[in-house]
T-cell receptor, first 115, second 119 residues
Framework: ETGVTQTPRHLVMGMTNKKSLKCEQH?????MYWYKQSAKKPLELMFV???????ENNSVPSRFSPECPNSSHLFLHLHTLQPEDSALYLC??????????????FGPGTRLTVL | AQTVTQSQPEMSVQEAETVTLSCTYD???????LFWYKQPPSRQMILVIR??????QNATENRFSVNFQKAAKSFSLKISDSQLGDAAMYFC????????????????FGQGTILTVHP
C-alpha cells in the first residue's frame, strides 16, 4: 500500500449505530487530518493531529470522536449520527502541521450515508 | 475569517485548448500560501500547484500555471493544452502562516469548479 488509504470506502449506518472510519498513511508523515466534504459545500477541516496530539478541533459535534494512536493511523469514531452527517469523509497527511505550509496528501475518502 | 471563493461552479474546454479557473480570497494576513487541488471522479485529491504569497513570480507546473494578483486577492489557474485526464473538480485553497510561521495545517477550501474536457 502506498500513500494514504481509508477504510471502508462506503458505509451506511443508522442513527443509533456506532461505527469507525480508519485512515492509514505510508508516507512517514507526522500530521494527519480529517475533512468533511458535503455536496455543494467547501471541504471543512474537522480535526488536526500533529505528532499524535490533537491541535485543532473545528467545533465538531461530540458525536464525532477522533483517535490517533500513532503518526501513521487515524480513526474517526461515529455514534448517534444525524442524516445531515452524510458526506464524504477525507483523511489527509503531511510532514508536519505546524510550521510552514506542507502539502497535504489525501486519501480516497469514505462515503458515509446515515439513514 | 479567511474565505475562498470560486465563482465558476462548472467550466468546459475542448481538448488541446486553454482554460482558466478563477479564485478569489479574503484575508488580512500578510504571509500565506495558495493551492490548487484536483479531485478526479472517484479518485484521490492531489495537489496541482502551490504559490507562496511572498513570491511575485507566478508558479508553473508543466501545463499548469497560476496568475497570482496579491493586491486583488486573486489566484487563477490556467490549464494549457487541456487533456481528457484533466477532467475533475478543482479546488482553490488557502493557508495562512501565523507568528513564527505556524499554520497548524489549516487549509481553507473554495466550493470547487467542475471542469469538463470535450474530445
Amino acid at each position: 500500500e502506498t500513500g494514504v488509504t481509508q477504510t471502508p470506502r462506503h458505509l451506511v449506518m443508522g442513527m443509533t449505530n456506532k461505527k469507525s472510519l480508519k485512515c492509514e498513511q505510508h508516507l512517514g508523515h507526522n500530521a494527519m487530518y480529517w475533512y468533511k466534504q458535503s455536496a455543494k459545500k467547501p471541504l471543512e477541516l474537522m480535526f488536526v493531529y500533529n505528532f499524535k496530539e490533537q491541535t485543532e478541533n473545528n467545533s465538531v459535534p461530540s458525536r464525532f470522536s477522533p483517535e490517533c494512536p500513532n503518526s501513521s493511523h487515524l480513526f474517526l469514531h461515529l455514534h448517534t449520527l444525524q442524516p445531515e452527517d452524510s458526506a464524504l469523509y477525507l483523511c489527509a497527511s503531511s510532514p508536519h502541521a505546524a510550521v510552514g505550509a506542507d502539502t497535504q496528501y489525501f486519501g480516497p475518502g469514505t462515503r458515509l450515508t446515515v439513514l | 475569517a479567511q474565505t475562498v471563493t470560486q465563482s465558476q461552479p462548472e467550466m468546459s474546454v475542448q481538448e488541446a485548448e486553454t482554460v482558466t479557473l478563477s479564485c478569489t480570497y479574503d484575508t488580512s494576513e500578510s504571509d500565506y500560501y495558495l493551492f490548487w487541488y484536483k479531485q478526479p471522479p472517484s479518485r484521490q485529491m492531489i495537489l496541482v500547484i502551490r504559490q507562496e504569497a511572498y513570491k511575485q513570480q507566478n508558479a508553473t507546473e508543466n501545463r499548469f500555471s497560476v496568475n497570482f494578483q496579491k493586491a486583488a486577492k486573486s489566484f487563477s489557474l490556467k490549464i494549457s493544452d487541456s487533456q481528457l485526464g484533466d477532467a475533475a473538480m478543482y479546488f482553490c485553497a488557502y493557508m495562512a502562516l501565523g507568528a513564527g510561521g505556524t499554520s497548524y495545517g489549516k487549509l481553507t477550501f473554495g466550493q470547487g469548479t467542475i471542469l469538463t474536457v470535450h474530445p
